[in-house]
């Protein structure tokens, strides 16, 4: 069965900090990996990543694949309070469009 | 960039109400759509793909009776959610995208059968 873990699946922390967010992933036919951040409504794209050891980055965030060890982080620098979100990983099998995701990691900043 | 269009956003009906929910992309065609639920607090859970001008493929453990989906036209896929009851209060999302492309979702419907 394709699974997908993140963790933590909480994280408070004060506004400033830098955070990491982990997701590990078993599946038959992987194509590609996704981050996405859901506030109250529908998920918002961050990253897609495909190739291991290219990180990605998108201002204070970046991410990057190791597809040997089945791995991906997410993380953020100078945490604002306007980052707290579900940070939600899911991941693309290869001959279905359709992606697995994770429980999502909660994550509050505290001014 | 990629826009979907979800339609209602919120519904509020008595139980044995059917409810239809509307998804579309808008600025791409989407040969298929997917259905979405998220219990809260909960992550996303596949419910159904929507394959236009074909039958949808249905996830392990949902209803096709229950939740009928039709997706007409490239632009355009519906979640019908028949006889609704309380338990099928949940939050609906759909999400739609190009092959190779990352997949975008609407804003979701909060569904809430008193």
């Known amino acids: 069965e394709d699974k997908v873990v993140q963790s933590p699946l909480s994280l408070v922390v004060h506004e400033g900090d830098t955070v990491t967010l982990n997701c590990s992933y078993e599946?038959?036919?992987?194509?590609?990996l996704l981050w996405y951040k859901q506030e109250k409504k529908a998920p918002t794209f961050l990253f897609m990543l495909?190739?291991?050891?290219i990180e990605k980055k998108s201002g204070r965030l970046s991410s990057i694949l190791d597809k040997k060890e089945l791995f991906s982080i997410l993380n953020i620098t100078a945490t604002q309070t306007g980052d707290s979100a579900v940070y939600l990983c899911?991941?693309?099998?290869?001959?279905?469009?359709?992606?697995?995701f994770g429980q999502g990691t909660r994550l509050t900043i505290n001014p | 960039g990629a826009v979907v269009s979800q339609h209602p956003s919120r519904v509020i009906c008595k139980s044995g109400t059917s409810v239809k929910i509307e998804c579309r992309s808008l600025d791409f065609q989407a040969t298929t759509m997917f259905w979405y639920r998220q219990f809260p607090k909960q992550s996303l859970m596949l419910m159904a793909t929507?394959?236009?001008?074909?039958?949808?493929?249905?996830e392990q453990g949902v209803e096709k009776d229950k939740f009928l989906i039709n997706h007409a036209s490239l632009t355009l896929s519906t979640l019908t959610v028949t006889s609704a009851h309380p338990e099928d209060s949940s939050f609906y999302i759909c999400?739609?995208?190009?092959?190779?492309?990352?997949?975008?979702f609407g804003d979701g419907t909060r569904l809430s059968i008193l």
């Open positions: 999400s739609a995208g190009r092959h190779g492309q990352p997949q975008h």
């Open positions: 899911a991941v693309g099998i290869q001959g279905a469009q359709k992606l697995v």
């Open positions: 495909t190739s291991s050891g």
């Open positions: 929507s394959n236009e001008g074909s039958k949808a493929t249905y």
């Open positions: 599946v038959t036919n992987f194509r590609s």
